[in-house]
């Protein structure tokens, strides 16, 4: 079952594992996944690791509300934009359309609650 | 390159300039934004644009994009705030709290950057430790204390203060060290270092006239004396800019040296995330997040934004749009503050902080990525008793994964100026240099000590030229010296330097060279010569109080 938007949390099924891509909102702007930091718990966050193309990871849902903290670098000397969105099933779900690259680093910092 | 990759550049680049240059935010909104005077309005204007284009307010706006949900993105929430958080901590003399412990740990990031830096003075000064020049120099001010010489045949002693424009633009300005989004302008003049180089305790002496005697059994023909001195004087001013390889982002060439430099930079880039994460979870903790989101106050404010938009959407009214929001920003910080506490400041200053620095270590493997073209240096040097010279070098570098770094320079020396009747040319010298250096030391990026190894060869097309005047006579000798008058010493033909130096990194910022060199003969004498070297040098940035805003 696919990540969904609640208000305020991303919500998810604790254990399952969901697969995540990053694609960049136009063709010319150039992503790479650099560090994924998942679970505020009391054994902190641990690092994701990053799929083989740079643009995607796959997230195992942690029980209770967690927060994710996805980083990204872009060489592109004017900033764009890309989206978080999962395909499950050859269904596109868009969580977030609108992450902007500032100085050519992107920060995607949301609660994923699992339930 | 082929024409059809040529033209798939070009629409690449096209594409670049309309989607992405002007996405969702004209001229119109960029000047409605600004005129709105509110760090929220600049910090949201490309997104507050990009949504009145979409107009999805008044159907369906996605519950997870950061206009209805803006902790989801620190960078624009951070700069939404920064000014108020920082102006807040200041008046409440905070200072010294978590920002300046912050500013000061973003320091110590920048001024370690260099693996091989070089702080004090190029090897035409007198008193240089260095042979050869450096690509790296400072990210903000450094000062060195030298003794020593290559070509001259005197030992000489020289100050240098080195320092980046950006970092000075920055410390004269007092503007915020945690700077969010710097402009291109301010990313070039990183780039570009300035020197100035100081003779100190240069033992000379200066021709007064006497007007009288003091003692009866003084020589009544003394109309002239030789006073000794012993100045402070400057030796030459130079500047560096660092000019970096033109590259394609989307070339695959590039692309595969982009994820090489990441990698390299890896434990860099997980340091800063990982800083992020625990202070951005410190000023948004879980359940603070969902405390508010769920609360009476924020769900109002939402709701009136969401209603206030989709009307604005409609009526397209883009400043009103922007007031709308920036009202339910304001809420939504209210909410926080009351949550958090006045720790809420503070923790934004160190997630800007935070961020900054995430921004340097991405700005570091665009660098790396790019790889330094070269680095050129301009120098205008005033030896004492030698003619003035222009310097042009250029640096090229290579630094590999172990720290260890080569460099090259290649230079040529111009006389400033020829007097009336000079039995010699505008062209003093050209030079080649080589240097090698090994980091010693677990953290390659703060080696315990620096061993280097280094030649230096140069061609000369006459001999030395030296300014003399009446002190440089043989006493005794009754000759009139005209001014401007020079004569040649040793002689023309190549001089080569080698040069063996270890430099102790004794603290952040601090370096103590210590070299042996020898030379195949000095600017006075024909013969070889061995001498040694000495200096002290601090790098300023890891001063906190230079750093601090004031």
Not at chain 2, 486 to 496: D, E, I, R
Request: some cysteine; glycine content about 8%.
């Amino acid at each position: 079952m696919a990540l969904k938007e609640i208000p305020g949390d991303l919500s998810g099924t604790k254990g399952t594992v969901e697969t995540i891509q990053i694609v960049p909102n136009d063709v010319a702007t150039v992503l790479k996944i650099v560090s994924i930091l998942y679970g505020t718990n009391a054994a902190g966050p641990v690092a994701v690791p990053v799929n083989a193309d740079g643009k995607s990871f796959d997230l195992a849902i942690l029980p209770g509300n967690n927060l994710l903290q996805v980083t990204l670098f872009s060489p592109n000397p004017v900033d764009g934009l890309a989206t978080a969105q999962e395909l499950l099933g050859g269904v596109v779900t868009i969580l977030k359309d609108d992450i902007e690259f500032v100085g050519g680093v992107a920060v995607w910092s949301p609660e994923i609650l699992g339930a | 390159m082929k024409p059809s990759s040529k033209l798939l550049q070009i629409t690449l680049l096209l594409i670049s300039l309309q989607t992405t240059g002007t996405l969702g935010q004209t001229a119109d909104q960029a000047a409605t934004c600004k005129s709105k005077n509110s760090h929220i309005a600049t910090a949201y204007c490309r997104l507050l644009g990009d949504e009145f284009l979409r107009k999805r307010f008044p159907d369906d706006y996605p519950l997870g994009d950061t206009l209805v949900k803006p902790l989801d993105s620190p960078i624009e929430f951070t700069e939404a705030f920064f000014d108020v958080a920082y102006d807040y901590v200041l008046t409440a003399k905070l200072k010294s709290d978590a920002y300046q412990a912050a500013a000061n740990a973003a320091a110590q990031v920048l001024s370690t950057k260099a693996t091989v830096p070089q702080p004090g003075a190029n090897a035409s000064a007198s008193g240089s430790t260095s042979l050869v020049a450096k690509p790296t120099t400072t990210d903000l001010i450094s000062l060195a204390a030298e003794s020593g010489a290559f070509t001259d045949t005197v030992n000489g002693n020289t100050l240098t203060a080195k320092a980046n424009v950006n970092g000075l633009r920055r410390y004269l300005s007092d503007e915020n060290f945690a700077e969010l989004n710097p402009t291109k302008a301010k990313d070039l003049l990183q780039h570009v270092t300035l020197a100035a180089t100081f003779d100190i305790a240069q033992t000379g002496s200066t021709a007064a006239t006497s007007t009288g005697q003091a003692t009866s059994s003084t020589p009544t023909n003394i109309q002239s004396i030789i006073v000794p001195s012993n100045n402070l004087s400057f030796s030459g001013l130079t500047v560096s800019a660092s000019v970096y390889r033109p590259y394609t982002p989307t070339s695959p060439g590039f692309i595969t040296k982009w994820n090489t430099a990441i990698k390299q930079n890896s434990t860099a880039i997980l340091t800063a995330s990982g800083q992020l994460f625990k202070d951005y979870n410190q000023l948004v903790p879980d359940e603070s997040r969902k405390t508010i989101y769920a609360g009476p106050a924020f769900m109002a404010a939402l709701h009136l934004w969401k209603t206030a938009a989709g009307e604005d959407e409609k009526n397209g009214d883009f400043s009103k749009f922007v007031d709308d929001y920036i009202t339910f920003m304001n809420a939504l910080a209210t909410a926080l503050r009351s949550q958090i506490g006045t720790d809420f400041d503070q923790y934004i200053l160190t997630v800007a902080t935070n961020i900054s620095n995430l921004q340097t270590v991405r700005n570091t493997v665009l660098d790396s990525a790019r790889g330094s073209l070269a680095t050129f240096t301009y120098s205008y040097a005033t030896p004492t008793g030698k003619p003035a010279t222009h310097d042009l070098t250029a640096i090229f570098g290579y630094v590999w994964k172990t720290g260890d770094q080569l460099t090259f320079n290649g230079a040529g020396s111009w006389y400033a100026t020829i007097p009336p009747g000079a039995k010699y040319g505008r062209v003093r010298d050209y030079q080649v240099t080589g240097e090698y250096d090994h980091p010693f030391g677990k953290d390659k990026t703060s080696p315990r000590a620096i061993f280097s190894v280094a030649g230096y060869g140069q061609y000369q097309y006459t001999a030395n030229i030296l300014n003399i005047t009446v002190a440089n006579v043989v006493p005794g000798t009754d000759i009139t010296v005209p001014s401007n008058s020079q004569v040649f010493t040793s002689t023309p033909g190549w001089l080569g330097v080698a040069q063996t130096k270890l430099s102790f990194n004794i603290g952040k910022g601090a370096t103590i060279p210590v070299a042996v060199k020898w030379s195949n003969k000095t600017d006075l004498l024909s013969g070889s010569d061995w001498k040694g070297q000495f200096g002290f040098s601090y790098d300023l940035s890891a001063l906190s109080s230079i750093l601090a805003p004031k």
